[in-house]
């Protein structure tokens, strides 16, 4: 449903993404993480035509993403991180002004979202706080019923309810078969809801899978507790999570029986073994 | 889209207007107070002794102020050249930009509309604009005009319009320049600097022959009053290089906002 091909793109001399490759299938939705400034902003500005790239293609349905191409445009809907709409409009007339783009008329749809999200109509969007700022660009973005959903950070400023409601909302867009790219910071909303995750680091896509692959990958966390945690340390080359005293906490990617045969040689007061977290597979990829 | 673009421009076009119908309401009104037979004596000395340059520069040594349509082709029309350019200038500056500056354009962007699509609507809303200003003050000067008895309606109207051919080109020129920019501080002073620059140099070559050429370098030149009251008749090589900057322009504006990035 959206490919991304080797997606590049440069602001002058400082790189934006790098050779971004990405296939995302119908009806799936699909979490895009990283830290700020690793390209997730890039990559949405790209898919929808806000920015230029240096090179490489995005497709939909198989045709190259042209920003003259209206029956693409209508096929997508989009929520910025930061939703910045007209001050002198009330949310109704928003809406209404959001609506005139359109030649079917999706007000049955608009109200079924609105009723849905709890939003007063009636207000001027200047008078509106963050988080219903939030739920109007929801509105916006759903409203057309689009083939497939770009949502940038699309839960921030949302109260927990709310935030239910929303998960809800995409389920059942899921479920109608819309394809979802949700970039998030939040790693326990994406282990809920998406079927697979693109890890971006430093423009570059480090890895992609779903959530049960990437926390089944072989990784495992490992506490070990000795006096002499120095010397153990010295010898793992590993990813350590956290030192505190004699502990020590660190990702072990490694053949599991290499670590065995290595604390023998130290007196241990004690191991623990985990599965990783998908904080932990983050910070894997991050470190 | 355009509907839009006029409600959302019109409070501006609401105050420029007022400015402007309220500068020409005073002086229509001292007019109407004045003894015209003391007062044109008292003028006269006084442009006596005036440098011939100065009033070369407000067409004052072609034309009398003592009478309603003297003062307006000498200073009326400077007044309006200017409030119009002004208004025209901002509008350009802002237009377009405004959508990048409050970052509204994330949403308009979303929509299936192209940039064409909306360069197109914000030309319209900005051409409708100039133009309902053009005529709303056009009408309030033939009717101060009528009723101070001194209506030529020919001249009246080919001064009040006249103006178009430097406004309508500073309008697509400011929305030009706007689209290399991403916020509108920058752009709105440097539209209305075009337009002080403009008057400044048009002024400054009715001084003096050796300066002559600076009227060149301003779009002042392309609206140019002394030609009109001289000839009676407008000015064509000044429109058809009013056409061709508007066409140039428009073009450009097509071109570098279908390219832009909108960050």
């Known amino acids: 449903m959206l490919e991304i091909k080797n997606l590049t793109k440069y602001y002058g001399d400082i790189r934006g993404i790098e050779k971004l490759n990405l296939t995302i299938n119908k009806g799936e939705i699909f979490g895009f993480i990283g830290p700020n400034g690793a390209g997730k902003s890039t990559t949405i500005k790209c898919i929808m035509n806000q920015i230029n790239p240096t090179s490489g293609e995005i497709y939909i349905n198989k045709v190259i993403n042209d920003k003259n191409d209206l029956k693409l445009k209508k096929m997508i809907g989009y929520l910025p991180d930061e939703v910045h709409l007209y001050d002198d409009l009330t949310v109704s007339e928003m809406l209404e002004y959001s609506n005139s783009f359109y030649k079917r008329n999706y007000s049955k749809r608009i109200k079924y979202l609105v009723e849905k999200l709890n939003i007063d109509t009636t207000k001027k969007i200047e008078e509106l706080s963050l988080g219903n700022l939030k739920k ?33 909302l995409l389920l059942e867009e899921k479920a109608k078969g819309t394809t979802i ?8 909303e994406l282990k809920r809801i998406c079927d697979r995750v693109g890890i971006v680091k430093d423009g570059h896509l480090v890895a992609v899978d779903s959530i049960k692959e990437l926390t089944n990958n072989h990784l495992q966390i490992i506490t070990v507790v000795s006096k002499d945690i120095l010397k153990i340390k010295k010898e793992l080359n590993q990813d350590i999570i ?42 894997h990829y991050y470190k | ?69 003297g003062w307006f082709k ?14 025209a200038a901002i509008l350009g500056s802002n237009i377009l930009l405004k959508e990048e500056s ?23 809303c900005g051409l409708i604009n100039i133009g309902i200003m ?41 929305m030009l320049i706007s689209t290399f920019f991403n916020k509108t501080s920058k752009v709105n002073g440097i539209g209305i600097g075009l337009v002080f620059v403009s008057y400044f140099l048009q002024l400054v070559s009715a001084i003096n ?21 001289t000839n009676n008749s407008l000015n064509f090589t000044s429109l058809i290089i009013s056409v061709i900057i508007i066409i140039i322009s428009v073009g450009g504006i097509y071109y570098r906002y279908n390219r832009k990035e909108l960050v």
């Open chain 1, 136 to 168: 109007v660009g929801i509105v916006l973005a759903m409203m057309h019923e689009p083939k497939i959903l770009v949502l940038d950070e699309a839960t921030s400023g949302l109260d927990p309810l709310i935030k239910e409601t929303f998960y809800e």
């Open chain 1, 181 to 188: 790219f949700f970039s998030s910071h939040n790693l326990s």
């Open chain 1, 242 to 283: 956290s030192q505190d005293n004699n502990e020590l906490k660190f990702i072990f990617k490694d053949d599991i029986n290499i670590l065995i045969k290595l604390l023998c040689n130290y007196k241990i007061e004690k191991v623990l073994m985990e599965d990783p977290s998908i904080e932990d597979i983050f910070m």
């Open chain 2, 1 to 69: 889209m355009l509907k839009r673009e006029l409600k959302i421009n019109r409070k501006g076009l609401i105050i420029w207007t007022i400015v402007g119908l309220f500068l020409f309401s005073i002086t229509y009104i001292t007019y109407f107070n004045m003894d015209m037979s003391e007062t044109s004596k008292s003028i006269n000395d006084m442009l006596a002794v005036m440098p011939k340059e100065i009033l070369k520069m407000f067409n004052m040594d072609i034309v009398g102020i003592d009478t309603v349509f």
């Open chain 2, 74 to 87: 000498t200073e009326g029309y400077t007044f309006i050249t200017l409030i119009t350019c002004l208004y």
């Open chain 2, 102 to 124: 409050d970052k509204t354009i994330e949403f308009l962007h979303s929509k299936p509309i192209t940039r064409s699509n909306i360069v197109s609507a914000k030309i319209w």
């Open chain 2, 134 to 174: 053009f005529a709303v003050l056009t009408l309030f000067n033939i009717s101060g005009m009528v009723l101070s008895d001194d209506l030529h309606l020919k001249l009246l109207l080919m001064l009040s319009l006249a103006p178009m051919a430097t406004a309508i080109p500073l309008f697509f020129v400011c």
């Open chain 2, 209 to 229: 022959d050796n300066v002559n050429f600076l009227k060149y370098f301003s779009l002042f030149t392309l609206s140019d009053g002394r030609d009109i009251i």
